[in-house]
């Protein structure tokens, strides 16, 4: 049974820098991606970031390219998001999301995608 834990979120100060983990446990195989979701009150959840360990590729939004960077620990089973120059508009609850049968990051691009699993979600809140 695949299990996706975060941890990280919390309060930051406009412009500041977070950093979320995910620990992934339960895969059956090594080829899948694991990504990140968020969700602000009011409003449609919507991808972030996807990285994908079965063809290597990435994926960012573009409202947070070039601010947010996806990793992997593969020792640890561990993803992160290292999130940098936060705005007020990145406040929400971020989800670690993976799925097992599409594999890589293009269907980011479609807003109706889903992924397979998901995290319970930590909050980020963005405050002076």
């Known amino acids: 049974q695949v299990q996706l834990v975060e941890s990280g979120g919390g309060l930051v100060q406009p412009g500041g820098s977070l950093r979320l983990s995910c620990a992934a446990s339960?895969?059956?195989?090594?080829?899948?991606?694991i990504g990140w979701f968020r969700q602000a009150p009011g409003k449609e959840r919507e991808g972030v970031s996807c990285l994908s360990t079965w063809d290597g590729s990435t994926w960012y939004a573009d409202s947070v390219r070039g601010r947010f960077t996806i990793s992997r620990d593969n020792a640890k089973n561990t993803v992160y998001l290292q999130m940098s120059s936060l705005q007020p508009e990145d406040p929400a609850f971020y989800y670690c999301?993976?799925?097992?049968?599409?594999?890589?990051?293009?269907?980011?691009?479609?807003?109706?995608?889903?992924?397979?699993?998901w995290g319970q979600g930590t909050q980020v809140t963005v405050s002076s």
């Open positions: 339960g895969f059956t195989s090594d080829d899948y991606h």
């Open positions: 999301v993976a799925d097992a049968i599409l594999k890589g990051c293009r269907q980011y691009y479609s807003s109706s995608y889903s992924p397979e699993y």
